[in-house]
T-cell receptor, first 113, second 116 residues
Framework: DQQVKQNSPSLSVQEGRISILNCDYT??????FLWYKKYPAEGPTFLIS?????DKNEDGRFTVFLNKSAKHLSLHIVPSQPGDSAVYFC????????????FGTGTSLTVIP | ETGVTQTPRHLVMGMTNKKSLKCEQH?????MYWYKQSAKKPLELMFV???????ENNSVPSRFSPECPNSSHLFLHLHTLQPEDSALYLC???????????????FGSGTRLTVV
């Protein structure tokens, strides 16, 4: 059973606009969440994280929002740039379980110049 | 070399072959992982070596065999694979410091495996 879900396989956004990538999870024990970005022919790279004690974490153009009651998190990129075009993976973990993460299937973002 | 290095980048093998994937991390991390990425599926954790203990996903077939001779090196030995094993195999490392700390992974670029 898939514990982390990214229901949108792809998203296209105009340059300069906001990109919103969504992630849902089913395990209420998850308390730490990450977003990874992956370019073709490269491994995923860490982008931003959030702990369940927060509902928002911001790093430059990237903001992650966490809604624990809805078991939902989202990644906002504003303004979007063509270099942001990549596949974005959401990942979740339960503290005290050995640093193991569960990943979603990814959302492919295309930012149109 | 820095980060996590995986070799080879691409591998084509027949179903009767035996091959090995190699991963090396230069980050001083104490945990290493093998993940499988198949099309339209989530990254699937195959094996974890953390603090010199091995944890495995029980759904991984025995034709995949990991080896971790030290904290910097990780191998995935492959034998008698099936075409459905064709996928991107990603190695990752992280630091594990205790039950209340969580650190993200640093991934390698992956090995694109094709079984013919």
């Amino acid at each position: 059973d898939q514990q982390v879900k990214q229901n949108s396989p792809s998203l296209s956004v105009q340059e300069g606009r906001i990109s919103i990538l969504n992630c849902d999870y089913t395990n209420s024990m998850f308390d730490y969440f990450l977003w990874y970005k992956k370019y073709p022919a490269e491994g995923p790279t860490f982008l931003i994280s959030i702990s369940s004690i927060k509902d928002k974490n911001e790093d430059g153009r990237f903001t992650v929002f966490l809604n624990k009651s809805a078991k939902h998190l989202s990644l906002h990129i504003v303004p979007s740039q063509p270099g942001d075009s990549a596949v974005y993976f959401c990942a979740a973990s339960v503290t005290n379980t050995g640093n193991q993460f569960y990943f979603g299937t990814g959302t492919s973002l295309t930012v149109i110049p | 070399e820095t980060g996590v290095t995986q070799t080879p980048r691409h591998l084509v093998m027949g179903m009767t072959n035996k091959k090995s994937l190699k991963c090396e991390q230069h980050l001083g991390h104490n945990a290493m992982y093998w993940y499988k990425q198949s099309a339209k599926k989530p990254l699937e954790l195959m094996f974890v070596y953390s603090l010199e203990e091995r944890v495995e996903n029980n759904s991984v077939p025995s034709r995949f065999s990991p080896e971790c001779p030290n904290s910097s090196h990780l191998f995935l030995h492959l034998h008698t694979l099936q075409p459905e094993d064709s996928a991107l195999y990603l190695c990752a490392s992280s630091q594990v410091e205790g039950p209340e700390t969580v650190y993200g992974y640093t991934f390698g670029s992956g090995t694109r495996l094709t079984v013919v």
